[in-house]
């Protein structure tokens, strides 16, 4: 008698077993994609970048102060670079 239970235990997780092989193979599962290594950032376009975009919105700036009547527009704001390249240049002309 206990043969036959553990017989038909073992017959029954094959048969659930079979059934989910074959579902999977049926409807295989769809395979993760592989997230690619992103490339480090250059700080030299980043920094270009920024200033291209700095420079965008000072002329909307100006284009809205034109527009709008406006008093004197503020002043650019500069990268620590161009600040001292025309230190140097001011100094280059005494």
Known sequence: MIVI????????VA?????IKL???IWPKPKEKQN???APSNPYIDAQRRRDQNDRW??????????NNG???M???KTPEEMEFEKKYKQAQN
């Open 5 to 12: 239970v553990i017989g038909l235990v073992c017959f029954g």
């Open 15 to 19: 048969l659930i077993y079979g059934w």
């Open 23 to 25: 579902v999977n193979w």
């Open 36 to 38: 690619e290594p992103i």
């Open 58 to 67: 000072y002329d909307e700036y100006l284009s809205w102060m034109d527009h």
């Open 71 to 73: 008093g004197m527009p």
């Open 75 to 77: 002043k650019k704001v």
